[in-house]
């Protein structure tokens, strides 16, 4: 039988990590015939309560989970990893200013780009959920020169997601009839949900909505989605997101289905004007392990406008932690 991959969750003892681990253990994330060998990485506050999901994670017998490494060094934790998920990050405080938020999260971001630099597998693959996620994919793949910046991606899977629920309810289609779906911009209340391309039986979706709907329902909806879910839930979410985290992997190791794309956080590189090298929210299609933005979509006057505002938030974060010494 195949050899135990590594997978690395970092923030492990954090809500999102509780509702991921079970399920990449289980199978769900790298399929039914891939033993996993995880890593829990934490920082010390958080061991005690990673080795008490540890446990939890030995009481389910799961026979695809190989073993378990609970640890706070990350060099440890990415020695040989071909799966990191980047989760644990610095929640904004009160009072705190973008700024110390961009620059505590350097204090994360970077020494983890640098032990995943030094000891990853040559086939990793890292997917940045922690905010901000696409601002800390750009600060941790700057320190991990050797691997290719393309191996790390940022997630919007949710935010894409969000968008399916609310366009399937709307048209009152099963959520398997939305397709095409994309998520541009920022992991932010700037994010860009398009309708103009996602398709619901062969048809544009914005021909089959109000355009008051489309600009003053279901944007504002999907952008503070979280917000609303702290709102109800008294806390962020945390399920959904594990299952974005692993459908985005899923999606990266086997692929996208034939006609349709998915979105997700990628370097650019130039594509719709995006500039080259920020991460930013695209449709994309994933083939042999590899994202590719989808090409050649006719962008309107609307969707420019809205993909523009997104994106310059994303250059503003870019400028503000290369002026921390953090590029
Ligand atoms: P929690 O606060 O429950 O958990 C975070 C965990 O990370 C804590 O256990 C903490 O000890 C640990 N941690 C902090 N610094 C660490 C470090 N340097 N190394 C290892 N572990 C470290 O947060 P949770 O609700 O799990 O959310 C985690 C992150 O996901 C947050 O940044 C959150 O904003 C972000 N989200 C991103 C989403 C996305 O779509 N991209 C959606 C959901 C979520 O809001």
Redesign the pocket.
């Known amino acids: 039988s195949q050899a135990p991959v590594k997978v690395t969750v970092?923030?492990?003892?954090?809500?999102?990590?509780y509702a991921l681990l079970f399920r990449i253990a289980s199978g769900q994330m790298l399929g039914p015939d891939t033993p996993v060998a995880l890593s829990m990485?934490?920082?010390p506050?958080?061991l005690k309560?990673a080795e008490g999901t540890a446990m939890e994670l030995q009481d389910c017998a799961f026979p695809l989970l190989d073993s378990i490494q609970i640890t706070?060094d990350?060099t440890q934790a990415f020695d040989g990893t071909s799966v990191a998920l980047l989760?644990?990050?610095?929640?904004r405080g009160p009072g705190m200013e973008r700024g110390d938020l961009l620059s505590a999260n350097g204090g994360?971001f970077k020494p983890?780009g640098q032990a995943l630099n030094a000891g990853a597998a040559d086939d990793v693959r890292v997917l940045v959920?922690?905010?901000p996620?696409n601002t800390n994919a750009l600060i941790a793949s700057s320190f991990a020169p050797d691997i290719p910046t393309t191996r790390f991606s940022?997630?919007?899977?949710?935010?894409h997601f969000r968008a399916v629920g609310q366009v399937a309810e709307k048209l009152g289609v099963p959520v398997s009839d939305v397709h095409k779906i994309t998520i541009w911009g920022n992991?932010s209340a700037t994010q860009y949900p398009d309708l103009f391309h996602a398709e619901v039986g062969g048809r544009s979706v914005a021909d089959q909505v109000e355009q008051e709907w489309l600009e003053g329902t279901f944007i504002p909806t999907v952008a503070k989605r979280?917000a609303a879910i702290i709102d109800a839930r008294g806390?962020?979410?945390?399920a959904s997101?594990a299952n974005?985290a692993i459908m985005h992997v899923n999606t990266w190791v086997h692929g996208t289905p034939e006609g349709d794309w998915t979105s997700a956080a990628v370097p650019s590189d130039g594509s719709y004007g995006v500039p080259e090298g920020i991460f930013s929210s695209f449709p994309v299609t994933a083939s042999g392990g590899e994202w590719s933005i989808v090409q050649g979509l006719e962008i309107d006057d609307f969707s420019r406008g809205r993909i523009d505002a997104s994106v310059k938030e994303l250059t503003e974060e870019r400028d503000a932690v290369k002026a921390l010494g953090l590029l």
């Not at 970092?10 to 990590?17: F, K, L, N, R, S």
């Not at 940022?154 to 935010?159: E, I, K, P, Q, V």
């Open positions: 970092t923030g492990a003892a954090g809500q999102i990590g990485l934490e920082i506050q958080g309560a706070d990350a989760v644990g990050a610095r929640p994360i983890q959920v922690g905010n996620a940022a997630m919007t899977r949710l935010d992991h979280g806390a962020s979410s945390a997101a974005a």
